[in-house]
């Protein structure tokens, strides 16, 4: 698992080649710390929890701390930095809803989602919400087709929140255990569509009474930074339940999972690894890190 990962992070472990360079450079404690911020910075960690690793590795070793005892503490700060708020699995949610900026990758970790409880024996309900653009729920139909997975669609320019209600009749109806619906991408900006994503909500929580919604943010990982930002302003949005971080393959910026964890919050969830519909890995903090420093 962690061997699979190590690959598909290729890029981002390059990225903390020169974080893990650190502990081989045979330097003492203090010179050693003095280089961990900027190789944190490098590595799209982001300022706000580089910082914090400083200040935990600085509180928390010994002034005579040898190379191991101080990768092992910066080891499990990263972990405790991935792991924001309360841990433990609460039960699968009965809707999810899949929101954020346009071309992150909501329509593709949708249908992976959709494959990954459709194979622990679950039956699955695609919606396609997105009837912004026709060609979106075209897409979101290949890939119910492709995995054998039901996919509800309105029509065309239809309110996504009338598909959605429509949508819960269909699930109801085929006794179905997972509800997975597919949004229109969306910039925090726009009031309107903003508004539209809430009612969304609203009437599936409404119409699946008494069952969990969820919303995942999707998040593209090759925008580093910028991914903080898009995040911050979704937090709006009611009822966010975590990240799902995507295209963490091929870029080198994976780093930037600590800083949306760190900074926001927010559970990261899955983690998308590719194209296809097994590039997507339940986010464990502990194999992220481990994937990336060893
Ligand atoms: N390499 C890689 N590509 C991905 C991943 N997730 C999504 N993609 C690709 O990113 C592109 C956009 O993905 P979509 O799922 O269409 O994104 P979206 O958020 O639904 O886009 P809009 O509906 O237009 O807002 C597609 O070409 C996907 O194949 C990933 O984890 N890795
Ligand atoms: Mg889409």
């Known amino acids: 698992m962690i061997g ?46 580089s910082g914090r690793v400083l200040e935990a590795l600085r509180a928390g070793t010994r002034k005579d701390a040898g190379e191991a005892e101080l990768e092992r503490a910066l080891k499990a700060e990263l972990e405790r930095l991935l792991t924001p708020g309360p841990d433990g699995r609460p039960a699968a949610p009965a809707a999810i809803l899949m929101v954020g900026a346009n071309g992150g990758g909501k329509t593709t970790s ?20 997105d009837t912004f653009r026709a060609a979106a729920q075209e897409q979101l139909a290949v890939w119910g087709e492709r995995l054998g997975v039901p996919v509800f669609k309105g029509s065309y320019g239809a309110d996504p929140a009338a598909v959605v209600f429509d949508a819960v009749r269909a699930f ?9 619906v597919d949004t229109a991408g969306r910039v925090h900006t726009n009031t309107n569509l903003m508004n539209e994503l809430e009612k969304v909500r609203r009437v599936a929580v409404r ?53 949306v964890a760190a900074e926001l919050g927010l559970p990261i969830k899955y983690i998308g690894v590719g194209e296809a519909e097994d590039d997507l890995v339940e986010f464990s903090p502990h194999d992220f890190v481990e994937a990336l420093l060893s």
Do not use: C, P
Request: charged share 30%; proline share 0%; hydrophobic share 50%.
């Open 110 to 129: 949708a249908a992976k989602l959709a494959a990954k409880f459709k194979g622990e024996g679950k039956a699955v309900v695609l919606a396609a919400a």
């Open 207 to 259: 119409e699946l009474a008494g069952a969990r919604v969820e919303s995942f943010l999707v998040l593209d990982a090759t925008v580093g930074q910028n991914a903080v930002l898009q995040a911050r302003e979704f937090l709006r949005f009611s009822g966010l339940g975590g990240v799902v971080l995507t295209k963490l393959d091929g870029t080198a910026k994976g780093g930037a999972a600590v800083a």
């Open 172 to 180: 109801k109806a085929r006794r179905g255990d997972v509800l997975i």
């Open 4 to 49: 699979r990962l190590r690959l598909k992070l290729a890029r981002t472990r390059e990225a903390f080649r020169r974080v893990e360079g650190l502990f081989r450079s045979g330097k003492r404690r203090d010179e050693i710390l003095d280089g961990l911020e900027e190789a944190l910075l490098l590595a799209d960690v982001g300022v706000t929890a």
